[in-house]
């Protein structure tokens, strides 16, 4: 059983920068597909930005320029550099991994999530 561990939140002033990391272990197959999604008090989970096993990166508009995915697959690790921070950012972040065949979802891999709050 594959198991994530986020970390690298915390409390930061509008215009900062955090970088999360997602550590991953127990893995048998590779996922095609890992994000980062996040939940804010009393919202529904959103994708913040995916990258999936060829290297392809897809953001959300409301990221776009100011976060960067990216993975090291020699340590099972995958970050999150955000930069310019807002406080509508401020939420807490989980990290996914999953793996499909066509529309067969062979494992879906949620980590235990990282609060990041941005103070204005």
């Known amino acids: 059983q594959a198991q994530l561990v986020e970390s690298g939140g915390g409390l930061v002033q509008a215009g900062g920068s955090l970088r999360l990391s997602c550590a991953a272990s127990?893995?048998?197959?590779?996922?095609?597909?890992i994000a980062w999604y996040r939940q804010a008090p009393g919202k529904l989970r959103e994708l913040v930005a995916s990258?999936?096993?060829?290297?392809?990166?897809n953001y959300a508009d409301f990221v776009k320029g100011r976060f960067t995915i990216s993975r090291d697959d020699a340590k099972n690790t995958v970050y999150l550099q955000m930069n310019s921070l807002e406080p509508g950012d401020t939420a807490v972040y989980y990290c996914?991994?999953?793996?499909?065949?066509?529309?067969?979802?062979?494992?879906?891999?949620w980590g235990q999530g990282t609060q990041v709050t941005v103070s204005s």
């Open positions: 996914n991994h999953k793996l499909s065949a066509g529309a067969l979802t062979i494992y879906n891999t």
């Open positions: 127990g893995i048998a197959v590779r996922p095609d597909a």
């Open positions: 990258i999936r096993a060829e290297g392809t990166t």
